[in-house]
Structure formats: C-alpha cells, structure tokens
C-alpha cells in the first residue's frame, strides 16, 4: 500500500464542478479551452469530432458524439485520458465519486422498470366494450332495473380480473427471472485527507462513476465503457453487443487509429461485455446513458408497431356505438309514441343497447388468451403479454440469431489437416498434448480438441510425456507453445524434448521456416509459394464457416531447456505440421423445427452479427436457402428503395449491428406489411425484441433482452415456438369466432326487434325478457374459447383483416333478419298473434326463436364445413347449446316463465322451428359456400 500527498484535482476551489463527462454533453466542448483543461486535449478532441461520421453508418448527432469520443480516447495516451475524465492514477476519493453518482446517477444503460400492478389493471379494464357494458349497466340502475345492471357488471368484473390476473401473474414470473445489472465491481479508490491511500473496494456495479478505475478478472462483467491502463493476456466476450460467438483479445500498450472499427478498438472495453481470460484495470470514461451500449436503446418503445386486432376491436366499437344509437333512438321513439311510458321506453330501449353489444367479448378474448398461455406455460414459456399469443398466430416472418438458436453455441472440433489439407493423426496428436498440458488458461477451443481425442478413441498417452515449460498466449503472438520431453524408445536414459505450438495460424507460421511433407514425412523448406497456398487453402476452409487454428513443433535436442524472460528467440525455426478446424454445430431440433415453421407458413431469417461464411454453413445444414444473402456493411451502402427490397429477399443477414437488426424488422413491418416475430437473447438484440410484433428471449438471455420480450422461453429450442404458433392460431380462429357469431346475430337479432316494433307497435320482447335471453345466449359463449380449429386454419397465418368483417356481415347478417322475419310472419299468419291479446304468445315464441337462433349460429359459423354432418364442435361448445338450449325452453314451463310473462307453446310451434332451422342451415350454408368461392376464405 502507497501514500501520496493530496492532489490539487480534489482541493482546489477552481475546479467546482469537474467537466468529466464525454463530449455527449455540448457544453463541455464548447467552453473555451482554457477553461476546460489541456489545450492539447481539446484542439485534439474538437479536431476528431469536426470531422465526419467516424466508422461507417447512419448515426444520430448524440452517437456521432459518443463515437467521436471512444475514439478520442483510444488515440490518447493515458496521461490525456486521466485529463480528460478528471481523474488521477490512485482513481476518485470517495467524497468525489458520491458527488459523481448524484450527477449521473445510476449506472444502467436503459431505465427500465416493470409495470405496477394498477398499469395492469387499468391495461385490463380500458376495453371499448367493457367501457360500453359499465355506461349501459349505469343506465340501467338510473331506470330502476338493477339486475340488468348488475348482470353487466358482473361480466366486466370477470373479465378484468381474468386479464389482471395472467398479465401481472406474468410479469412478476418475469421479474423473477431478471438478474438486472448487480454484481459487484472491484474499484480503486483513494481516502484520507492529509496523506491519501490507495484503497481496493469492492461496490456494486450501478454505483460506478466516469474516472473510476476498475480491476478486472476472468467472469467480470466491464461496469461501463473503459479505457485499458493495464493488461495481461487480456481475452474479452463482446457476444451480448455483436452477436459474434468468437472471443477478442485487448490490450492496454496501443494507441488505436481512426480507421479501426468501433467494436475492433482493443484499447477499447465496453459496457455490458465480460473477460473471458486474462486480468487487467481500466479507467471507467462513460457510464449509464452515455454508454456504447445505451446508443442501442434510443429508439426503444418509440416506433412499436399497431396491434390490428385491437385497432380491429375498436373500430368495430365505434360502428356498434353509431348503431346502437340510432336503432335505439328509433326503438325508444317507436315505442314511447304506442305506449306513451317514457320510463318503460327508456329501459327497453337500453335492453335492445345492451343486447347489440358483445358483452362477452373482453371475457371470451381474454379466456383464450389465458388458455393459450396456460398451454404454453406447459410447454415451458412464460408470456408477458397475453396479446402476444394472438400475434403469434399472425406472425408470418420470424428473425432469428444463429448463435445459441440455430447453433450449440460451443465449438466441436472439425478436422486435423496437414499442410495439403489432408487428415494427418500426428496434427491432432501434437494439438492434443498443448491442450493437455495447458495450464495458465483454458479456451473452448482446447475443450473441444480434449473433447474429439477421448470421444473418438485416440490412443496419444500423454503420461509418456513430461512438460517442461509453457510459454503462454497473449494478445500480441496470439499463441500458446508448451515444452515437453519423453524418453526415446531406443535409449531409456535419453529424452527428446519437443516444443509445441497453436494458435492463431498466421501467428503460427510467422516463426516457421520449414513444413512437413505429406508423402514422406521429411521436412522441406516453407518457401513463399507453400505459404500463399496454405494460406489460401485456410481462406477456402474459412469460407465454409470454419474456424482455423495452426499447429506447428520443434526439435530442441537433448541438452537441458532453460527459457528466459523475454525470450523471443525460443519460438523461431519451426516445423509447420497442419490445421485444426472447429465449428460452432446446429442443433439436432433446428432442422426439423425451420421445416415444421415452414408447413406453418412461418418463413425464417437469420439475423446475425456473426461472419457470413460461418452463417451460410450453419443455415445450410438447418435447410434455410442461403441464394440471397447479405451483409451489414453492404446495406449501408444502399438508397432506401434498395434496402427494403434486399431484406424482403435476403434469408441470411449477416454482420449486422443492433440498429441494423432494428431497421430490417421495421422494413419488413412496414414495407413488406408482415407481421414480424424476433428471437433473440442479447443485448444487441433489444432494439429489435422491443420493436418486433412478438419478441422472443430466454431465460439464459440478457437481463435487458427478458425486459422487453413479449415471451420468454425457459429452454431454447424453436419447437417450443411450433406449439406457440398453433396456440396463437387456435386462440386468433376461436376469437374471431366470436366476434363474427357474436355480431352477425347481435345485429340481426336488433334488426329484428326494429322491424317487429315497427310493424307491431309494440314490444316484441319485454325488457325483461330481452336481458334474460341476452343473458343466457352470452353464457353460452362461454366455452367457445375450448372449442376446436379446423387443421387447415392452422397450417397458415392468420390475420384480421379490415374490410374481411364488414363484408362477413353483409353476406351474412341478413340470412338471421331473414328467418327472423318469417317467424313474425309465421305468428302474423297462422297463430294471427298480431294484437296485444296475444302478447304473451308472442312474447314467448319469439324469445325461444330467437334465444335458439343466437345459441345455434355458433355452430354454422365456426366451420366451412356442413355443421353436425361433416364438422362437430367440441364438446364443451355442444354441451353449452344444449344446456342453453334447453335452460331457454324449459322456462316457459315452470313458475319463472309465469312471473317473466311466458306461457306455453302449442307442439306445432316446436316443429315449425325444426323447419325453420333446417332452412337456416340450408339457407346459410348456401351463403357459405358462395362467400368463400368468392374470398378464398371463411373465418
């Protein structure tokens, strides 16, 4: 532990409020420089930042900003980096770092927060219908008819807390599951006032200040984006921003320049990527929102897609609103001027609201949901948000990243090839024994070689052998050599010491001089020809989605080995033995999960940040058609026009960036009008997640990728989503069912009470009498979301169409008002119940004819088929219409019925409703089948 005198940085008054945020904050760079520290600083600052957009791309002012300062840093040297932040090598006093955090705040990328749980009960009871039920059910109270009132209550207090319930139940789950963003940090900080000394501390991640200087070892997450101060053989993951699976080496003794790319900087750690190997410390220069990682989320929540069907379901509203205006004003007035009972007019005219309206609808919509997702939860998903079921059953495109979908995310090894690209054992065998005597650091790479060696057989014995020595990797030779020595076979007292070196192979083959012949196994010279051609033949094995390593070795004679430090002499002359190739594999499901997607009608893209060789060899295997592919940085290069259509026939996108996922699924969303869904566990894949119609993440994911998800998975396999679209599809058709069925007889139903009013001058229906039929036809609905779908309705995506309903009803609607009509007539005619002597009669019939038509229509709807000869309803849905049916007749004979004003019917009505609904049927099907030869399609 050292002590240092205080520094003038935390005792001068002149420095009241230390100017430490990056250029994101304009007045910092526009203060006079005098003002603002070293003039060397900010000439050299303003110079980069006045110059154009720096690496590549379409940016806002805000991430030309942020951009212009990573570079400033990466091109500055240490001293004019700590200038810069206002910070010191002993780092930040605690008093500075707390004044700091205030400043700031915390440190997270994006502040987002879970929904309270009254978000989602007002989410839940804001339904256009349900609205409509409580102002009708008010009504009714102000006209003294309280059960009516509390009838529709009550169906909204169901349907509300049915929602309420699944959404909250939903997101708490997914709250569980969100490990957002609290891991400590290792931070260097300086106390005392006097005499300072440098403390290690340890505080959580979120409490991290620009200037503070961190300590990092393998499994640390970096806390902010971070310039390096020092670094030992320092491997870093920055998967979670790009996507690509292979790891980074970075080192702090660079200065970068401005053509490197932003991510390739390796002076360079960003916020939210983590060490693989290696340890090292870095000075924090952005945190929270001035982050690398906090450009991702600018356009978060700004350009989320419309919902059709629930724009669909409110526009259907606002139609049954007009129209229940005006067919009640016309009821009410017709009726007050026989009956001259304003009171009695009001009510009934209210009962006639209350029967247009499809009162079940928020309940019926929101039960499928629940049971879709109740299904899925079975199948291991939890489902944030319940209207997410229903667009899975829309979705027609789903993007998908490779690595951890498609593939294992794990590297198997491949092939042992010598220097003509042919199997040679003795490569794998020299390769088997580095990995095996590695000691300072384990890659996947070593694992996978450990790997093929035991599972295959290979007999290399490797307790023969005796390591000496490990010259370790590092980030400058990008290679790993080991010293071992053996006994010869012919002479026990003699050994052979070999060094063995792998790595990167142009690393490799930098300090070999000879190379080993296929034929004869002598050696011969590695002249520049052999060079060109084995490093072409790797650039042939690169391009089909393999990654290559080299294997070289050498002699060292039996003298004694002894290496000094900084000995660079050690590996030089080299025999160059071969190749070892790896790959990433597909899973065994993806295959056959892609082609059931396919017979779905789901088409797959794949949306990566990985090469395009690698994706093209893994989409071949899986069977997704690798003819139109494309890269990141050629869609940059495209106008506007060009890029929708690229990515409209591109299946394999490749390279991309989180803002280039983001503008492939808007174009797809809006240019190609197709309902998107986005799989994806990243970071850099939240722009897209929270921008797709359904966002997909796992459990394993990101904790900012699960936050704005619609679904997450528990096991990441894409059969999961197979049962998740034909969930979405049943709960879409049983749906749409129900709104069709519901509408069609709604209106017919009120359609016919207005003729009847007009020609009877009076009430066909007490109000009464119309709320209980009303009441017992929407019980009935009920059991429509456990009905089932016909296996063509679910092999295609389905979506709500706007002029699909409207024309529905017109074909439709009056084939109810039709055979309504000829039961008035009927009553007219031959039972001459056209005076009010007969009331009670008509009241009756009517309410039975028409309590039997709404309850049977479900069943001529549901199906393109012939309803109870080619297509049964499930059982639920029959034993509804049975018991409806039958609850509805039966009450015309008991003691109720006498109190509702019914009384008997005479058997020949019965009979004359069997014949009557056998022409309905007919009548109906007849309209069916015309209306489908000309739409192609029913529901």
Avoid at 467 to 489: A, G, N, T, Y
Avoid at 553 to 574: A, C, P, Q, V
Avoid at 687 to 701: N, Q
Wanted: hydrophobic share 45%; aromatic share 10%; net charge neutral.
């Amino acid at each position: 532990m050292r002590t240092f005198k205080i520094p003038t940085i935390f005792t001068s008054k002149s420095h009241p409020r230390l100017p430490y945020q990056n250029p994101i904050r304009q007045n910092l760079v526009d203060k006079p420089e005098s003002q603002n520290g070293s003039n060397r600083v900010f000439r050299f600052l303003r110079g980069l930042m006045s110059g154009g957009k720096i690496d590549g791309g379409s940016r806002t002012e805000a991430e030309e900003k942020l951009y212009s300062w990573l570079y400033a840093l990466a091109q500055s040297d240490k001293d004019l980096v700590f200038e810069y932040v206002r910070s010191t090598e002993r780092g930040l006093s605690f008093t500075e770092a707390e004044r700091r955090l205030k400043e700031n705040g915390p440190n997270v990328p994006v502040d987002f927060s879970f929904p309270s749980w009254w978000h989602f009960l007002w989410s839940a009871f804001f339904h256009p219908f349900n609205i409509i039920l409580i102002v009708l059910s008010v009504i009714s109270y102000i006209t003294s008819d309280s059960p009516n009132g509390c009838i529709m209550l009550v169906l909204v207090l169901i349907s509300v807390c049915l929602r309420f319930y699944q959404e909250y139940g939903s997101s708490k789950a997914a709250m569980e599951l969100s490990e957002f963003v609290r891991c400590p940090v290792k931070v260097q900080r300086c106390a005392g006032r006097v005499v300072q000394t440098e403390l290690v501390v340890q505080i959580d991640q979120r409490d991290i200040v620009p200037g503070d200087i961190i300590i990092f070892e393998p499994g640390d997450l970096f806390p902010g984006d971070v310039r390096l101060l020092s670094s030992k053989h320092l491997v870093v993951s920055q998967a979670s921003l790009t996507g690509e699976s292979w790891t980074t080496e970075k080192t702090a003794d660079i200065r970068e320049n401005q053509s490197t790319p932003l991510l390739d900087l390796r002076n360079i750690c960003f916020m939210g990527t983590n060490v693989v190997s290696g340890s090292g410390s870095g000075l924090v220069v952005s945190t929270g929102s001035k982050t690398y990682m906090s450009t991702m989320f600018s356009n978060i929540g700004k350009k989320k897609p419309p919902n059709e069907f629930e724009d669909g379901v409110r526009r259907i509203s606002y139609v049954l609103v007009a129209v229940m205006l005006v067919v009640v004003t016309i009821i009410v007035i017709t009726d007050y001027s026989t009956s001259l009972d304003l009171s009695e007019s009001i009510l009934f005219g209210v009962s006639v609201a209350s029967a247009l309206t499809p009162q079940m609808l928020p309940l019926v919509v929101n039960t499928s949901l629940a049971k879709g997702a109740l299904a899925m939860a079975r199948d291991r998903c939890i489902i944030k948000s319940l209207s997410a079921i229903r667009n899975m059953g829309s979705m027609d495109i789903l993007c998908i990243d490779k690595t951890g979908t498609l593939t294992m995310n794990r590297a198997i090894m491949v092939n042992y090839l010598d220097s003509w690209g042919l199997d040679k054992e003795k490569v794998l065998q020299f390769a088997f024994l580095n990995s095996y005597f590695k000691t300072d650091q384990k890659y996947p790479l070593d694992d996978a070689i450990l790997a093929h060696v035991y599972t295959n057989g290979f007999r290399f014995q490797p307790s023969k052998w005796k390591k000496l020595d490990e010259i370790p990797f590092d980030f400058i030779r990008r290679r790993v050599s080991i010293i071992m020595e053996r006994e010869e076979d012919t002479d026990p007292h003699s050994f052979v010491r070999v060094m063995v070196t792998k790595g990167a192979l142009e690393e490799v083959m930098k300090v070999c001089s000879c190379m080993e012949n296929v034929d004869s196994g002598t050696i011969s010279p590695l002249s520049p020809e052999q060079y060109q051609r084995i490093i072409n033949m790797t650039e042939e094995i690169s391009n089909e989605g393999l990654r290559v390593i080299g294997v070289a070795t050498k002699k060292l004679g039996k003298i004694r080995y002894e290496r000094k430090d900084n000995d660079d002499t050690s590996e030089s002359d080299m025999v160059f033995l071969g190749l070892i190739t790896f790959f990433d594999p597909p899973k065994d499901s993806a295959k056959q999960a892609l082609w059931r997607l396919a017979e779905k009608g789901v088409k797959a893209k794949v949306l990566t940040g990985d090469s395009l060789s690698l994706s093209i060899r893994v989409c071949k295997e899986v069977g997704i058609r690798t003819t139109h592919v494309v890269t990141g940085p050629e869609l940059e290069l495209l106008d506007q026009d060009a890029f929708h259509e690229t990515v409209k026939t591109a299946t394999v996108l490749a390279r991309l960036t989180p803002t280039q996922k983001l503008r492939v699924v808007q174009s797809l969303q809006t240019i190609g009008n197709h309902i998107v869904g986005f799989l994806g566990d990243g970071v850099n894949d939240s722009l897209a997640l929270d921008a797709a119609h359904v966002g997909i993440s796992v459990d394993s994911g990101a904790s900012v990728a699960k936050d704005f998800a619609d679904i997450i998975l528990l096991e990441k396999d894409l059969n999961v989503l197979i049962a998740g679209v034909e969930h979405g599809r049943l709960t879409f058709g049983n749906t749409m069912k129900y709104i069709k069925m519901s509408v069609i007889a709604n209106l017919g139903s009120v359609l016919s009470i207005l003729i009847a009013t007009l020609v009877l001058k009076y009430e066909p229906l007490t109000a009464r009498q119309l709320l209980t039929q009303n009441f017992l036809y929407s019980v009935g609905q009920i059991a429509i979301p456990w009905d089932k779908m016909e296996d063509d309705y679910v092999k295609v995506p389905q979506r709500w169409s706007k002029k699909g309903l409207p024309t529905f009803i017109l074909w439709n609607g009056p084939v109810c008002t039709l055979f309504d009509v000829t039961t008035l007539l009927f009553l007219w005619f031959y039972y001459k119940a056209d005076n009010l002597e007969d009331l009670v009669f008509f009241h009756t019939a009517w309410f039975i004819e028409g309590l039997l038509m709404q309850t049977l229509i479900i069943h001529l709807i549901r199906t393109e088929k012939i309803p109870f000869i080619q297509e049964f309803a499930s059982w639920p849905v029959l034993c509804s219409t049975v018991l409806v049916s039958a609850i509805g007749i039966a009450i015309t004979f008991t003691p109720i019925g006498k109190v509702m004003g019914f009384i008997r019917l005479p058997v020949s009505y019965f009979g004359f409703l069997v014949v009557l609904f056998i022409g309905y049927f007919v009548v109906g099907q007849v309209v069916k089948r015309l209306y489908i030869l000309v739409y192609k399609t029913w529901l």
